[in-house]
C-alpha cells in the first residue's frame, strides 16, 4: 500500500505534535518513525490507523483519502508494545481472532482459518505452540504471536508502536534481525514507531526524525546517519562532541570514533586541526574502548572511542596517566550553516 500525508496538523491544547507534516510511504517500505518521546511520531502513527483524527491535512492509501474513514474499515494490523494478546484465549485463537470476528460474509471457512493460524505460527517460529496460552510464553514469545495475530487478516499495512519496548536488550536485538526478515518474505507495507536509533537504523528501509511535531529528515539509515540534515539529527544518531572553532559560530560536531589521540612531541608538532587535551579517564566496554579527555582551551570534556588494538597502540606511544598532554586530531568534522545542512 502506498501511503501519502499531506500537510497534517495535530494538537493537544497548545502542544502542536504534528505540524505541517508531508511524507510519502511507497509501497512495500519498512519505515521506522523514530524520535524522542514528545516528537509527534506515536500521533503520526495513530492518525493514519484512524485511532486519532487530524485538525487538517490528509491521509491517503494508494490515492484514496481515508482521512475521516474509520479505523475498522482501514485494512490495518496494529502492533502494540504491550503485546495486547487475551490471556484466556491459546495462542493459535488469538491469532484467529481477527479472522473469526469477521462478518459471516466475509469469514473465511474455519478450515481455511486453521492453515492461516498454523501459516503464520510458522513463519514466526512458533508453529508448535499453538495450544499454550499467553503466560506460558516468553516477552519475545508473546510479541511474535501479536504480529501474527496482526498479520492473520492480511492487512495492507503494519503499523508497530514500540513493538520491543517492554522486552530486554538481547531480546530485542534479536527480533530486530527477525522483524526485518519477516517484512522481507511478507512484503506489507509497514512503519514502526520507536526511540531507539539502533532499531532505526538496523531495521529501517527508511527512517523518519522527528521533533517537536516536525520532520527534521528523511533518509536511508546511512543517510541520516553520515548526512545529517540539522544538528538535532546529528545529536540524536549517535555520540557526539560539539565543536566550536574559534572566531566560529556554526554548530559543528565530532563522532567520537572520529578522533586520532596522538602524543605531544612539542607546540610545533601539532597538526592542522587538532586539539590540545588532557587525559581524564578511560574504560572498556564489550569491544571498546572509551577514553574521556579535557580540553585545555575551555575545559570541555571529549570523548573517544578506540577499538582494543587502537588502544593499544596508542598505550606503546604514550604512558596516560593524570595531566598526560595529547593532541586530539578530528578525521571528521561535521558542520552546519546558518540554516542549512550539515557539510
Known amino acids: 500500500m502506498?501511503?501519502?500525508?499531506?500537510?497534517?496538523?495535530?494538537?493537544?491544547?497548545?502542544?502542536?505534535?504534528?505540524?505541517?507534516?508531508?511524507?510519502?510511504?511507497?509501497s512495500g517500505e519498512l519505515v521506522a518513525l523514530l524520535g524522542p518521546s514528545g516528537s509527534g511520531k506515536t500521533s503520526l502513527l495513530r492518525i493514519i490507523a484512524g485511532l486519532e483524527l487530524p485538525d487538517s491535512g490528509s491521509v491517503l492509501f494508494n490515492g484514496q483519502d481515508v482521512t475521516w474513514t474509520d479505523a475498522r474499515q482501514r485494512n490495518i494490523g496494529f502492533v502494540f508494545q504491550h503485546y495486547a494478546l487475551f490471556g484466556h484465549m491459546t495462542v493459535a485463537d488469538n491469532v484467529a481472532f481477527g479472522l473469526s470476528v469477521l462478518p459471516a460474509a466475509q469469514r473465511p471457512p474455519r478450515k481455511q482459518i486453521a492453515e492461516r493460524v498454523q501459516y503464520l505460527l510458522d513463519k514466526v517460529q512458533l508453529g508448535q505452540l499453538g495450544k499454550r496460552y499467553p503466560h506460558q510464553?516468553?516477552?519475545?514469545?508473546?510479541?511474535?504471536?501479536?504480529?501474527?495475530?496482526?498479520?492473520?487478516?492480511?492487512?495492507?499495512?503494519?503499523?508497530?508502536?514500540?513493538?520491543?519496548?517492554?522486552?530486554?536488550?538481547?531480546?530485542?536485538?534479536?527480533?530486530?534481525?527477525?522483524?526485518?526478515?519477516?517484512?522481507?518474505?511478507?512484503?506489507?507495507?509497514?512503519?514502526?514507531v520507536t526511540h531507539d536509533q539502533d532499531e532505526a537504523l538496523e531495521v529501517a528501509d527508511r527512517v523518519?526524525?522527528?521533533?517537536?511535531?516536525?520532520?527534521?529528515?528523511?533518509?536511508?539509515?546511512?543517510?541520516?546517519?553520515?548526512?545529517?540534515?540539522?544538528?538535532?539529527?546529528?545529536?540524536?544518531?549517535?555520540?557526539?562532541?560539539?565543536l566550536h572553532p574559534k572566531g566560529s559560530h556554526a554548530p559543528s560536531y565530532v563522532r567520537p570514533h572520529e578522533i586520532q589521540v596522538l602524543p605531544v612531541a612539542d607546540a610545533a608538532s601539532?597538526?592542522?586541526?587538532?586539539i590540545a587535551a588532557t587525559w581524564h579517564s578511560t574504560h572498556v566496554v564489550g569491544p571498546y574502548t572509551y577514553m574521556e579527555f579535557v580540553r585545555n582551551a575551555d575545559s570541555a570534556p571529549v570523548h573517544v572511542q578506540l577499538t582494543h588494538k587502537e588502544h593499544e597502540l596508542l598505550a606503546s606511544q604514550i604512558h596516560l596517566q593524570p595531566g598526560s598532554q595529547v593532541w586530539l586530531h578530528p578525521t571528521r568534522v561535521t558542520e552546519f550553516l546558518e540554516g542549512g545542512a550539515g557539510i
Open 270 to 274: 601539532k597538526p592542522v586541526g587538532a
Open 2 to 26: 502506498h501511503v501519502l500525508i499531506q500537510d497534517l496538523n495535530k494538537a493537544f491544547g497548545h502542544t502542536v505534535v504534528c505540524d505541517h507534516l508531508n511524507l510519502d510511504i511507497a
Open 137 to 192: 510464553l516468553s516477552g519475545g514469545q508473546r510479541q511474535r504471536v501479536a504480529l501474527a495475530r496482526a498479520l492473520a487478516t492480511q492487512p495492507q499495512l503494519l503499523l508497530l508502536d514500540e513493538p520491543f519496548g517492554a522486552l530486554d536488550a538481547k531480546v530485542r536485538k534479536d527480533l530486530r534481525r527477525w522483524l526485518r526478515q519477516i517484512h522481507h518474505e511478507m512484503g506489507v507495507t509497514s512503519i514502526f
Open 208 to 242: 523518519v526524525v522527528m521533533n517537536a511535531g516536525h520532520i527534521e529528515q528523511v533518509g536511508s539509515p546511512t543517510q541520516v546517519y553520515e548526512q545529517p540534515a540539522t544538528p538535532f539529527v546529528m545529536e540524536f544518531l549517535g555520540d557526539v562532541n560539539p
